[in-house]
């Protein structure tokens, strides 16, 4: 009999929990939407995407406003509609106990900035696809203006590295290779601003400190980024220091296994009269 009444308390208190607990689950549904805890990770001081903006975007999408209840907060809207944004990664929004909820994002980290010769700009990131610039934020990262036909699509560097007619039209890959090595370069990173493509084809590097220009030439693969850039920066630590950073007008770095590089014309001042 003891043994019965055990059972029956408790099943009885159980019961009891789940009671309470939906009577919860119900008066918490019919409650305001807190503020969400906002969490937006991202690279150097690239922050293209702000709480402030993100939660203004989604009250001008309807998928938070004044006076939502819980039960109406569609979480698995609001994290596509994230996604969606181009600036953004991954995303992720979950509920927690107590009506509170949560928005994680993950942001893009540009690696570059394009001027086409359309005059259109957009960014490349570091996983090679394109993105829009933001009105609220300019990133500092390397530019790329001149011959450049590439716009802003959905195209990626790994779609255009396995289409061969693609690799011959575009240049979003040669720019991805070069961009690349400069950024996990702090010396390259500190010296190159600029990249200009010529009508000629060649990529001309633009240097923060001196006059001369760097003729780079093509960027067809990761290897030949690499030897080019080698040759540059042993160039740049053990020639210049001794010639003088404004000695050269031109460093060119196309021909393999050597630097070829042009003095800058002394201007012999005229004679007095």
């Keep these: 009999m003891n043994k019965w009444w055990s059972i029956a308390g408790w ?16 008066e918490q549904e019919k409650s305001l939407v807190k503020r969400p805890t906002v969490s937006i990770s991202v690279v150097d001081e690239n922050a293209f995407l702000t709480e ?3 939660l203004t975007r989604l009250k001008r999408k309807g998928l938070l406003f004044n006076g939502q209840l819980v039960e109406g907060l569609k979480t698995d809207a609001i994290e596509a509609y994230i996604r969606e944004m181009h600036e953004v990664e991954s995303a992720d929004v979950y509920r927690r106990m107590g009506g509170h909820w949560s928005i994680r994002v993950q942001v893009r980290q540009p690696l570059s900035r394009i001027f086409n010769k359309d005059g259109e700009s957009f960014y ?14 300019t990133a500092r990262v390397l530019v790329f203006s001149g011959d450049i036909p590439d ?7 790994d779609d255009i590295m396995s289409n061969d007619s693609l690799r011959d039209a575009r240049l ?3 720019i991805f290779r070069i961009s690349s090595y400069v950024a996990k370069d702090p ?15 060649d990529f001309v590097l633009v240097p923060q400190v001196g006059n001369h220009k760097i003729i780079f030439g093509s960027a067809r693969t990761e290897m030949e980024v690499k030897e080019k850039m080698d040759k540059l920066k042993t160039f740049y630590k053990e020639g210049l220091p ?13 021909f393999r296994n050597q630097i070829v590089c042009k003095k800058k014309e002394e201007v012999v001042p005229a004679p007095e009269q």
């Design 11 to 26: 099943s009885f208190m159980i019961v009891m929990v789940v009671v309470v607990l939906g009577f919860a689950g119900h």
């Design 151 to 157: 716009r802003s699509d959905s195209l990626t560097v």
């Design 187 to 201: 010396f390259l990173r500190a010296q190159i601003s600029q990249v200009h493509r010529t009508a000629g084809g």
């Design 52 to 54: 402030d903006e993100l």
């Design 172 to 174: 979003l890959d040669d």
């Design 124 to 137: 490349v990131d570091s996983k090679g696809a394109t993105m829009d610039p933001s009105p609220n934020f």
């Design 242 to 254: 001794y010639e003088g950073w404004n000695k050269y007008e031109t460093i060119n770095l196309k």
